[in-house]
């Protein structure tokens, strides 16, 4: 699930279902007639399955590039190269950069928000329909089966990086139109849309296609070539017949007063941006985003790829994401009770150290696989069983991290700037986990050594013995690194043998670094959650200026949080 990506919306309306008085003329005749989820969505049914619909296909290439990594493994792609490839996941968690754009500059005529969605989906359409030609020797994959290809990954990391790139304008573009398509009792259903569209998308396009393409059904040519059609089809139909309501924010309506983001242009919301930036608490704030994510980096980003390589099919790996999602969906509503409140982060402090704990699950699962493995080959279903409860109880105490961090976004956001705000934390929050991932796939290889291991020749001839000679030594200067190596080394009657394995001490020590990390994490976090809710407001800062003496507390008690003791 990138590692999937979860964000939330850039802007979202909150609106209790209490509070929406009935459009009706007709009084409320009793207590139990109770307001349905279909009856609330009168008139808007169509519209949440077109926003539904819209998510989806914002999926679909984020888990295509999800399911790149796995085929790269398959061909013996170096580590290294996968770091370079991991850099295709940065647009989506970099949109801010791009947002106000989005948000600010528009043909009225035409819509708003459809100015942008329409050229994005086409261009997504146009790069799928052009990738589908090019995309199988990318891969290394070649109709010529006396023709050795390496697979081109500063080319696939392009191409998924422009992917990602306009997936991440389209979802900008998608979450503003949602506040207007919909009526505004029912604009909180819009990040249900989000959420469940975009997870549909992702499976579609990480899950579906690695099975069928496992199973020789379909090829990534194909697939990219029926969506790029998709894409250009659907865009059409939006195009011509969505009509959007040109208006910029939707009011309540009930009576109570709610803050309401203001619409800012290009400039106000880059310095807003930079407000936000200035703020005494946000250094602080932002290093412990930017860090917290190394000590589970190694377990979570190279465990699958390990898991690969000692055997285990890709299209199970794929999977394993199936069982995850009602987990996902099950424990984020159970959890959600324990976040509301002042401190929503004591639940992510309480998970981080199971997490880090389950991190070394996964690492002694990858180290026992080679001796699950049956002799007919394959794996018995308890092994399956295992990386299932394991992989399950991982996510558990991801998913309380995750939901415990959104809720106190949410309690510290300005509400006068909500939405950049979040925003803004949300975007150090994934590059706090991307930047170890790309470290970890990176370094795995530096510690990693291999070799090619020649398998013993009868000698019977002075020939023949010197053909062996031969071939021993070209055995012998093979390290099995990349697909050319290894492929040799299997040409040549060897076998590719790991003599130091750098995935298990890699591991071990990001857990430990994470371990000590949560010292100072823990003791930050404490502190950060007994700050005022006023004091992280950022609009009405320039208030603090006749606070005199207070201003110089402030500005020294906010270094001691660099501290551990």
Same mark, same amino acid.
């Given at each position: ?405 959104? +809720?106190?976004?949410?309690?510290? *956001?300005? =509400? ?6 979040? $925003?803004? @934390?949300? !975007? %150090? ?24 291991? +020649?398998?013993?020749?009868?000698? *019977?001839? =002075? ?6 000679? $031969?071939? @021993?030594? !070209? %055995? ?30 890699? *591991? ?58």
């Amino acid at each position: 699930m990138e590692k999937t990506e979860e964000k939330l919306p850039n802007e979202s309306i909150a609106i209790e279902k209490g509070s929406v008085p009935s459009n009706n003329n007709e009084p409320v005749e009793t207590n139990e007639e109770k307001p349905s989820m279909l009856k609330d969505l009168d008139g808007d049914k169509m519209h949440v399955l077109i926003l539904f619909f819209l998510y989806i296909l914002q999926g679909i290439p984020l888990g295509l590039k999800a399911s790149i990594p796995l085929i790269l493994t398959n061909r013996d792609v170096p580590y290294k190269e996968q770091a370079t490839y991991s850099i295709s996941s940065y647009p989506f968690s970099m949109k801010i950069l791009w947002a106000p754009i989005v948000d600010s500059l528009f043909i009225a005529r035409f819509g708003r928000r459809k100015s942008w969605l329409v050229p994005v989906q086409y261009l997504i359409g146009i790069v799928m329909l052009i990738s589908s030609q090019y995309v199988t020797r990318l891969i290394g994959d070649s109709d010529d089966p006396e023709e050795t290809l390496v697979p081109d990954v500063a080319s696939l990391t392009a191409m998924f990086f422009v992917f990602n790139f306009l997936a991440a304008t389209q979802d900008v573009a998608v979450d503003g139109w949602a506040l207007t398509m919909l009526k505004p009792k029912n604009v909180g259903y819009a990040s249900t849309c989000n959420s469940v569209g975009q997870t549909t998308g992702w499976c579609l396009g990480y899950i579906l296609y690695t099975t069928l393409d496992s199973y020789g059904v379909v090829t990534l040519s194909q697939f990219l070539l029926f969506w790029g059609i998709v894409f250009l089809i659907t865009t059409t139909g939006i195009a011509i017949f969505m009509k959007e309501k040109n208006t910029h924010a939707v009011a309540p309506e009930s009576g109570e007063e709610v803050t309401q983001e203001p619409d800012l242009g290009i400039i106000e919301t880059y310095k807003i941006l930079w407000k936000i930036i200035r703020h005494p608490l946000i250094p602080v704030t932002a290093l412990f985003l930017l860090t917290f994510g190394f000590g589970f980096s190694a377990a979570e980003d190279i465990t699958n790829l390990k898991l690969i390589e000692k055997g285990v099919p890709k299209e199970k790996i794929a999977m394993l994401a199936i069982p995850m999602i009602p987990v996902k969906i099950g424990f984020t509503l159970f959890i959600t009770r324990f976040t509301v409140g002042p401190r929503p982060m004591n639940v992510w402090l309480v998970s981080f150290p199971f997490r880090l704990f389950f991190c070394l699950a996964m690492t002694l699962l990858v180290y026992v696989t080679p001796m699950m493995i049956l002799e007919e080959g394959g794996f018995p279903t308890y092994y399956y069983v295992i990386i299932i409860a394991i992989f399950a109880l991982h996510r558990v105490a991801l998913y309380a991290m995750f939901v415990a961090i959104m +809720a106190f976004f949410a309690r510290i *956001s300005d =509400p006068a700037i909500g939405g950049t705000y979040m $925003t803004f @934390l949300n !975007t %150090l929050t994934n590059l706090g986990n991307m930047w170890p991932a790309s470290f970890v796939l990176w370094f795995v290889d530096v510690i990693t050594y291999k070799d090619c291991i +020649a398998k013993p020749i009868e000698e *019977s001839s =002075p020939l023949v013995f010197n053909q062996n000679s $031969t071939l @021993l030594s !070209t %055995l012998e200067d093979n390290q099995c690194y990349g697909t050319l190596e290894s492929k040799a080394c299997k040409e040549g009657g060897g076998s590719c043998s790991t003599l130091t394995e750098g995935y298990y001490s890699l *591991s071990i020590a990001c857990v430990i670094i994470g371990s000590l990390w949560f010292v100072w994490g823990w003791r930050t976090m404490r502190r950060l959650q007994r700050v005022e809710v006023a004091d992280w407001r950022v609009v009405k800062k320039d208030e603090t200026e006749l606070r005199g003496d207070k201003d110089v507390i402030k500005e020294e008690e906010k270094f001691n949080f660099f501290y551990c003791f």
